[in-house]
């Protein structure tokens, strides 16, 4: 298993940018898969949004964000950004950084064992 720690979120502006970072505490970190998650406000589950497979290739980015966020990591810093553009009042949200070792893409938040420990991004109108 990895620890995850975020860093980032908070609150901004209509059109405005934020990045969220997340950083995994193992020497294998180049082995996982990573993702972002959020919760939208009143919602139990939990939405994908962005996947960096462990393997390369293109990063997977949900209809909902994609063009405005990038995933990006560093794995010599054991790092994954969310570069998030052009944010709209509707992803206000808690977000979410979570790893599966050597996984391919996997949509629901239940398969992926390890968690970082959120962080609220708030984007005002």
């Known amino acids: 298993h990895v620890q995850l720690v975020q860093s980032g979120g908070g609150l901004v502006q209509a059109g405005g940018s934020l990045t969220l970072s997340c950083t995994g505490s193992e020497s294998t970190f180049s082995r996982y898969t990573m993702a972002w998650f959020r919760q939208l406000p009143g919602k139990e589950k939990r939405e994908l949004i962005a996947?960096?497979?462990?393997?390369?290739?293109?990063?997977y980015l949900s209809d909902s964000v994609k063009g405005r966020f990038t995933i990006s990591r560093d794995n010599a810093k054991n790092t994954v950004d969310l570069q998030m553009n052009s944010l709209q009042p509707e992803d206000t949200a808690l977000y979410y950084c979570?790893?599966?070792?050597?996984?391919?893409?996997?949509?629901?938040?239940?398969?992926?064992?390890?968690w970082g420990q959120g962080a609220q991004v708030t984007v005002s109108s």
């Open positions: 996947v960096n497979v462990w393997s390369g290739g293109r990063p």
């Open positions: 979570a790893a599966k070792y050597m996984s391919p893409v996997y949509y629901y938040s239940g398969d992926y064992p390890d």
